[in-house]
T-cell receptor, first 110, second 111 residues
């Protein structure tokens, strides 16, 4: 059965801390891995990863994929209260199928 | 651009009632998707469409139907609402098989 597992389920940190969110997957016919940030409502896109070892960066956020270990991480440096959200990992498989993890809930305390 | 819009924002249904969740996008995207998100759970794909006139089942299609008569609209139909369909429903669209743009969601409560 195809699945995406995220860890930890929740995380509480102080402003300025660095966090690492994990995503492991077992999905046949992998095409890409995507990270989303979900605040109150709809998820918003962060990164799409298709190749191993190539880091994607956007400001204080970065992500990398390891297709051999079937694993991805999302790093957030110098966290701010605005980073508080649920971070979703999704894997796209051929046939236009998407599988989402349950998310990691991040709370950043001032 | 309005992006992806969904209506209604919230609805309460009685068991056995039917309703249609509306989704529209003005970005001329070929791909559109319907997901449901249960509390504390990830998104699960219900149905998707790769273009007007073409739809296909996702991971959890039972109890739902869709149609795609135009590029812009992708309504989701519940024929006989059941308590298990209480959820938040997200519609999304994408220009290719890549990143998706999500609507604001519809919260559905079946009592």
């Amino acid at each position: 059965e195809d699945k995406v597992v995220q860890s930890p389920l929740s995380l509480v940190v102080h402003e300025g801390d660095t966090v690492t969110l994990n995503c492991s997957y077992e999905v046949t016919n992998f095409r890409s891995l995507l990270w989303y940030k979900q605040e109150k409502k709809a998820p918003t896109f962060l990164f799409m990863l298709t190749s191993s070892g190539i880091e994607k960066k956007s400001g204080r956020l970065s992500s990398i994929l390891d297709k051999k270990e079937l694993f991805s991480i999302l790093n957030i440096t110098a966290t701010q209260t605005g980073d508080s959200a649920v971070y979703l990992c999704a894997v796209e498989a051929t046939g236009n199928q998407f599988y989402f993890g349950t998310g990691t809930s991040l709370t950043v305390i001032p | 651009n309005a992006g992806v819009t969904q209506t209604p924002k919230f609805r309460i249904l009685k068991i056995g009632q039917s309703m249609t969740l509306q989704c529209a996008q003005d970005m001329n995207h070929n791909y559109m998707y319907w997901y449901r998100q249960d509390p504390g759970m990830g998104l699960k794909l219900i149905y998707y469409s790769v273009g007007a006139g073409i739809t296909d089942k996702g991971e959890v299609p039972n109890g739902y139907n869709v149609s795609r008569s135009t590029t812009e609209d992708f309504p989701l139909r519940l024929e006989l609402a059941a308590p298990s369909q209480t959820s938040v429903y997200f519609c999304a669209s994408s220009p290719h098989q890549e990143t998706q743009y999500f609507g604001p969601g519809t919260r559905l409560l079946v009592l």
